[in-house]
């Protein structure tokens, strides 16, 4: 089998006196197999309350696992005949002290033959912030090995209905540290601008209308508010403008919008609807739905509106189209056979692939994480709904929420 050689050239930051050496770390391994990494139980230092649960080194090692570039081995010490044994080149190996709710850790990456220091980090944290901190060193750790960054520092948000109401949900990339930025009414199509700031379409009017929501201040700021019904707002962050959906021309046509709610442009022009509008990642053209043939089917134009060109032929459904972080790629809801499930194409239509074909239920709302490994959705069957990430490399799933209740999902691309 063909054998791909990483060779990265590495910063090595020691400890002792922060002093920068170039190394080589070179690892031969099978082209698109996993890097196998060591990651070592941390040891408590002198003095060090226990740590309990925290266990920032099992963060560490799931986090790297996940997207399926490292092999991840979980191992108690780090001596020359485990390191043979498990065949892994490098390892990560630490330390920690806790006091109250203060905990300290350090964390290391090693060259398993040399024993050279790759890479060192230093952190200091309220217990609280133990799992961020832990995805921080994981993305360093990417970082370092691959020269590429890692989505463990993603966030993803989604809708959670209970009662009469609907609440979007903040949580880290692997549905943990769940946190509600709304807490009242009717609240839903969530997708980010920054870290401080989500898009969302609430009915705080009686009606759907477009919001700025301020992640710290929980604070939501209209943005698109007329009496006609507004929807599917996506922000692009290279051309710094919106585009949604809007019936203010009588029926559902896509428009563009700055973020301070200036220079509105209409970007479609049919007597059909046209909705769900997605920016490439290069801000340059979209993606949106429009039944104009009889059925939804997904379309492609530029920036401006221009060009449109029709690029799904099959089904009699679809919803929902996500460009990948790359560009080459969208993601959609394709319903076939009376099922709804998620399919991606490259973005001229060509190539489509139905990736959850093999799962039971219905699979809506797709969107990419910010390094193109996994897809994010919506699973819904016996009347349960929850989010769930399929990484694209080997069809493996992850459920991220737990309630039964949850859906339209959105990743966030940093």
Not at 10 to 30: F, H, K, M, N, P
Not at 175 to 204: E, H, Q
Not at 299 to 309: H, P
Not at 400 to 408: D, I, R, Y
């Amino acid at each position: 089998m063909k054998k791909l050689l990483f060779v990265f050239i590495i910063t090595v930051l020691t400890y002792a006196q922060r002093q920068g050496t170039t190394v080589a770390l070179e690892i031969s391994a099978d082209q698109d197999a996993a890097i196998p990494i060591g990651v070592v139980v941390f040891q408590p230092l002198e003095g060090s309350e226990d740590i309990g649960d925290i266990r920032p080194w099992v963060t560490i090692a799931d986090d790297l696992d996940w997207t399926g570039r490292f092999s991840v081995k979980k191992l108690n010490t780090a001596d020359s005949a485990t390191l043979l044994r498990e065949q892994v080149p490098v390892y990560i190996s630490g330390s920690y002290t806790k006091t109250g709710d203060t905990v300290g850790i350090e964390a290391y990456l090693y060259d398993s033959g040399t024993r050279n220091l790759l890479m060192g980090k230093s952190y200091r944290f309220h217990q609280k912030d133990a799992h961020l901190t832990a995805h921080r060193f994981a993305s360093a750790v990417h970082k370092t090995i691959l020269g590429e960054d890692g989505p463990y520092e993603s966030k993803i948000v989604y809708v959670e209905k209970r009662n009469n109401e609907k609440n979007i949900v903040m949580a880290d990339y692997d549905g943990k540290n769940k946190t509600y930025l709304t807490r009242s009414g009717i609240n839903i199509m969530p997708s980010f601008i920054d870290k401080r700031n989500v898009l969302c379409v609430a009915y705080d009017r009686g009606k759907p209308d477009i919001y700025i929501l301020d992640i710290l201040q929980g604070k939501k700021t209209p943005l698109v508010a007329t009496r006609r019904v507004e929807s599917s707002p996506n922000y692009s962050d290279v051309n710094g403008r919106v585009v949604f959906a809007s019936s203010k021309s009588g029926n559902m046509e896509i428009y563009s919008i700055k973020l301070d709610g200036t220079d509105e442009q209409r970007l479609s022009v049919s007597p059909s609807i046209s909705t769900a509008p997605n920016w490439s990642p290069n801000g340059f053209r979209l993606a949106f739905i429009s039944d104009r043939t009889g059925a939804p089917q997904i379309y492609v134009a530029d920036r401006t509106g221009a060009n449109v060109q029709r690029i799904t032929f099959g089904g009699t459904y679809h919803d929902s189209p996500s460009w990948s972080p790359d560009g080459t790629k969208i993601a959609y809801t394709a319903q076939r056979g009376g099922r709804k499930m998620i399919a991606v194409s490259l973005a001229n239509g060509r190539e489509e692939v139905l990736v959850t074909e093999g799962v039971r239920g219905q699979q809506e709302y797709p969107s990419w994480s910010p390094d193109g490994s996994h897809i994010l959705f919506t699973l819904t069957q016996g009347g349960r709904s929850d989010v769930y990430a399929m990484r694209l490399k080997d069809k493996r799933l992850l459920r991220l929420s737990e309630t039964g209740n949850s859906e339209q999902s959105k990743w966030s691309g940093f």
